[in-house]
Nanobody
């Protein structure tokens, strides 16, 4: 059974940075993929970024390319999302997600979810 636990959310001002962490327990070998989704207030959940644990390949939503960086530490079984130059529209609950093989952008393709962490960007 895979468990995902996010941490690192908070309140920051526009232009500042924040790093989210996702501690992963359970199997991460054999094509495991983890990523981040977010749900802004009153909106649908949307894909943010994903990374494959075997090859280290990454994928990003256009809205965060160049500002956010997804990474992983295999030894610590932890994934990170470094968020720079934060904007008001980045305000959302951020979820850590997991699946095996592929990095789809639909939330229905990910069977494993963390509890979410709130990120609020103020002006």
């Amino acid at each position: 059974q895979v468990q995902l636990v996010e941490s690192g959310g908070g309140l920051v001002q526009a232009g500042e940075s924040l790093r989210l962490s996702c501690a992963i327990s359970g199997r991460t070998s054999g094509g495991y993929v983890t990523g981040w989704f977010r749900q802004p207030p009153g909106k649908e959940r949307e894909f943010v970024a994903g990374v494959s644990w075997a090859m280290g390949r990454t994928s990003y939503a256009d809205s965060v390319k160049g500002r956010f960086t997804i990474s992983k530490d295999n030894a610590k079984n932890t994934m990170y999302l470094q968020m720079n130059s934060l904007k008001l529209e980045d305000t959302a609950v951020y979820y850590c997600v997991g699946r095996y093989f592929g990095v789809p952008t639909s939330d229905t393709e990910y069977p494993y979810w963390g509890q979410g962490t709130q990120v609020t960007v103020s002006s």
